[in-house]
């Protein structure tokens, strides 16, 4: 295991749903991010919170919303979905945050949207 | 688009093989990183090589850098099942503030 739990691991909703996707890190970290990874796509990064403080987010929609509480929890709610949301989202962690450092991902949460 | 490419885009071959993926990209980096994802799981960091570095091991693993052709390689050798996975890599541009990530090469090692 590498240390970040997602939950749960499948979520199925409707478009007038909301649900939250939960991620935590043992690790001591001070940097958590959400990916986001469509069938046949690169890897999208969607938000970066560094020390609880969000530093980027990239052009996501209002229907995502983050949320770090604290350095060893990240939420994502979700509300009013559409289909093509539908994907495999990973939470991901690493040390500080500084730009190249690797990251320390999560087994994923696979989100169907009807 | 700047993210890194991987080639090829799926590769298949037989337990005891040497699997080869290369990467390319188009700007200077500093450095490019290496993840590995079983099916419908999260990434695993392999190794990260340094823009001064040529090159990296890491057990069965073997990574190279060449900054003059913007390429890396990743070579497994001695290939396993458990090797079967998607590997990607990942960068991060000068001048710019997040990992990029291709889109991954498809590695099926048959038994």
């Known amino acids: 295991e590498t240390g970040v739990t997602q939950t749960p691991r499948h979520l199925v909703m409707g478009m007038t749903n909301k649900k939250s996707l939960k991620c935590e890190q043992h690790l001591g970290h001070n940097a958590m991010y959400w990916y986001k990874q469509s069938a046949k796509k690169p890897l999208e990064l969607m938000f970066v919170y560094s020390l609880e403080e969000r530093v980027e987010n990239n052009s996501v929609p209002s229907r995502f919303s983050p949320e770090c509480p604290n350095s060893s929890h990240l939420f994502l709610h979700l509300h009013t979905l559409q289909p093509e949301d539908s994907a495999l989202y990973l939470c991901?962690?690493?040390?500080?945050?500084?730009?190249?450092?690797?990251?320390?991902f999560g087994s994923g949460t696979q989100l169907s949207v009807l | 688009s700047q993210q890194g490419e991987e080639d090829p885009q799926a590769l298949s071959i037989q337990e005891g093989e040497n699997a080869t993926m290369n990467c390319s990209y188009k700007t200077s980096i500093n450095n490019l990183q290496w993840y590995r994802q079983n099916s419908g799981r999260g990434l695993v960091h392999l190794i990260l090589?340094?823009?001064?570095?040529r090159e990296k091991h890491s057990g069965r693993l073997r990574v190279t850098l060449d900054t003059s052709k913007k390429s890396s390689s990743l070579l497994i050798t001695a290939s396993r099942a458990a090797d079967t996975a998607s590997y990607f890599c990942?960068?991060?541009?000068?001048?710019?503030?997040?990992?990029?990530f291709g889109q991954g090469t498809r590695l099926t090692i048959n038994p």
């Open positions: 991901a962690s690493s040390t500080t945050g500084v730009r190249d450092e690797k990251l320390f």
């Open positions: 990942a960068t991060v541009f000068q001048g710019a503030q997040k990992l990029v």
């Open positions: 090589i340094r823009s001064n570095e």
